[in-house]
């Protein structure tokens, strides 16, 4: 049992904490890529006004230096589609729908660092039971006001159709309260354990750090290539694999990559035993993107501006930095104030462009999968560059894996998504 819904108007930052609830189901984003966020309704711009702050001390900074940020987006769109006009100019042979698609997602993809997390975006979600009733015991157990009242409207929505699933995930009922009691109290123990062990030391250079993999998970995935295809048990299958010569090794995995004819082609389940964890410090832009991806274990710090912020090289060669970052410091500074009382409701002060840190632990399958499409030309160029550094990190580490990645795309692309764009209008006939 299942069933979809739609969540309009919520903050980007609500949207990850849906999206956190990876098994059972089926989200989709409002994109910030191809569409304008400059519109207002009723003479005011679209971001969350969050309760605790608006009773605050704090009211008049927070909503001026949302403003400013979108001020800041909708003043640059027009001089930055130009600058990109002017660098990019259409060729003859280019359909002029696809070339006005491929200019707008390029000129976004400069200034969707601009948007503060409270930006509001809508979604779309399919879901069965179980989903549901973990995302609503998340989302009750939530300290932010804008959590929890989805979840209250979410389940009056899903009672009308799904009611037993979601039945134990009200808040008076005795399993949602023992639930909730656990995450509390077990945050608040971890909390105050970080604080006292927190090492001296730290690292913010942005990029992506390889943490840990195992050495010896050639020979897990080598017998497991070979274990449904074999009579013989697991173990005595690895420790044969131990003993083969590379030559051998080589051979087994070629046979499991050397027929992919593109990145669709799925490898065998058997690199799910070799494991890597990746550290990464990128714009929450850059992470929204990569977050969609479930088939792994993810957790993220919450949003700062400690860790420095994302400048597209085109904003600096437009000559539209001192604009860019004059906000990006703004926003910084309202943000130091307001979370020296409110530092979780202080996040949706903090716009895209800013690092935040989190890790993946992620299998050899599932990461061929996502380097492969997140390196393709169409995909934003700072998780493209995050793709192929990952991909870096491996081949050096484990160089017979590189095989398994024979669709990356290591290339850089000033203008990537005009393919797509053009094999799109050669589709509809657009001119």
């Not at 979410?154 to 009922?173: C, G, M, T, W, Y």
Request: charged content about 25%.
């Amino acid at each position: 049992g299942g069933a979809h819904i739609a969540i309009e108007n919520i903050s980007m930052l609500a949207a990850k904490a849906i999206e956190d609830a990876r098994i059972g189901g089926s989200p989709l984003e409002k994109s910030t890529r191809y569409v304008y966020f400059d519109q207002k309704v009723r003479g005011e711009y679209l971001f969350y006004r969050d309760p605790i702050l608006m009773t605050s001390a704090f009211k008049n900074l927070y909503l001026d230096t949302c403003n400013m940020l979108f001020d800041t987006y909708a003043k640059l769109i027009t001089p930055m589609t130009a600058f990109m006009e002017a660098r990019f100019p259409k060729a003859e042979e280019t359909s002029k729908a696809a070339y006005s698609a491929a200019i707008r997602a390029k000129a976004l993809d400069c200034l969707r660092g601009l948007l503060p997390s409270s930006c509001l975006t809508n979604m779309g979600i399919f879901g069965n039971g179980r989903f549901y009733e973990n995302l609503l015991h998340r989302l009750f157990s939530n300290n932010l006001y804008e959590m929890q009242e989805i979840a209250k409207i979410a389940q009056d929505e899903l009672q009308k159709v799904i009611p037993s699933f979601v039945r134990r995930a009200n808040p008076d009922h005795k399993t949602h309260i023992q639930f909730a009691s656990f995450v509390e109290n077990m945050d608040l123990e971890l909390k105050s354990l970080a604080t006292s062990h927190e090492p001296f030391d730290d690292y913010k250079e942005p990029g992506v750090r390889l943490v840990s993999y195992d050495p010896e998970s050639i020979y897990k995935v080598t017998a497991s290539l070979l274990f449904p295809h074999s009579k013989k048990g697991l173990i005595e299958l690895i420790n044969y694999c131990k003993n083969l010569p590379e030559e051998e090794l080589m051979r087994i995995l070629d046979a499991a990559s050397q027929f992919r004819e593109n990145r669709r082609n799925k490898s065998p389940r058997a690199l799910e035993n070799a494991v890597f964890t990746f550290e990464i410090i990128a714009d929450f832009g850059s992470y929204r993107d990569m977050h969609r991806h479930r088939m792994l274990t993810q957790e993220r710090q919450n949003l700062t501006c400690n860790l420095g912020y994302y400048t597209p090289i085109e904003v600096e060669m437009s000559n539209l930095g001192p604009q860019y970052r004059q906000a990006m410091d703004e926003a910084k500074k309202a943000y130091d104030f307001i979370a020296s009382e409110f530092p979780e409701e202080a996040q949706y002060i903090v716009p895209m462009a800013y690092n935040i840190r989190w890790y993946f632990t992620i299998n050899l399958r599932a990461l061929q999968w996502m380097c492969e499409l997140r390196s393709t030309p169409q995909g934003h160029p700072s998780y493209r560059q995050m793709a192929q550094q990952m991909a870096k990190e491996v081949f050096e580490a484990m160089p017979l894996y590189e095989r398994f990645f024979r669709f990356m795309d290591f290339e850089g692309y000033d203008l990537g998504r005009l393919g797509q764009e053009q094999r799109k209008a050669e589709k509809l006939g657009l001119d």
